[in-house]
């Protein structure tokens, strides 16, 4: 489970943990417990943790808060931490030791920003499946030019290449960051500053040995911070960037971008929300659509399929009448 890197994915999904000095904090991202409990499911028994390379109190705090989940679970966590930033795929490198031993078996890596049913025992099985040297997971997305586009091929899932932000439809499948290598990936690896996206995965690729799994259900891009108490229906891919607050529901098949959506907000199937704010208790119905800059008051109710765009402000208590407003 990768947590390196300079820790800007992480923010806000972190939990801060104030220090003497009220002006450092240190964060741990608050996904990790979950990922960490749906590697045990899959049958995990050790899970190594790194730590990217920041001051030395950090890695005491990520050493005490892990301690409840690995007596809890009853799972081994080791750690390591980098000296000095070694990209997406050195800290697999540098962990080798720890990745690999006599059965050969390939490893699971989670970068540690990743939400989603996390299907390891499909990909498992997958991965048998193919028997190549890597599997990948990915997500299918509305609007791949704001992505690097992993292009494979259907019929048998075999990635071909990587296309970054293309702009021509080459393909709408795009990293999730869950793997499944074998141990014959790190040989792969140097000991510097390598892209795993970028380097490693399009190497095996060009070997025809890279293959990419769809990820079923849901999915949440990085830096999004939604309450354990929401309720997400399937079918919906949320983010990047936004925040879901304490008892919303949120229908099927939605697509929530860049948003606030505050306490109570009730989200009907298929709705699209994107770089706008719903306020308290407020209702969206479906197929509509709430875009570019507005803003819903409290207790707000838009009709199906009604569309709101262009910076509209929208007063409290509302029902507001099925026409588009531009």
Known sequence: MSHGGFGVTYRPHSIVKPQTNPRRQIRIPILIPAEIEALKEAGETEVVLAI??????VHIVMLNFMKEYEKKLEIKIKFFQETEPLGTAGPLALARDKLVDESGEPFLVL?????????????????????AEASIMVIKVDDPSKYGVVVMEEATARVESFVEKPLNFVGNKINVGIYLLNPSVLDRIELRRPSIEK????????????????????????????????????????GPEGLIGPGCVIGS???????????????MDHACISNSIVGWASMVGRWARVVNITVLGKDVHVADAEVYNSGAVIEEQMSVKPEVVI
């Not at 095996?204 to 990820?215: D, F, T």
């Not at 098949?253 to 989200?267: D, F, K, S």
């Open 52 to 57: 990217n390379h920041q001051q030395p109190e």
């Open 111 to 131: 970068n540690s920003d990743v939400i989603c049913e996390y299907p390891l025992l499909e990909m498992i099985e997958f991965h048998k499946t193919h028997g």
């Open 199 to 238: 380097e490693i995965f399009p190497n095996i690729a060009s070997e025809k040995m890279l293959y990419a799994m769809v990820l079923p259900g849901d999915y949440i891009i990085g830096n999004v911070l939604v309450d354990e108490s929401v309720v997400i229906g399937e079918g919906c891919l949320i």
């Open 253 to 267: 098949g939605e697509r929530l971008m860049g948003c606030t959506v505050i306490r109570g907000v009730r989200i």
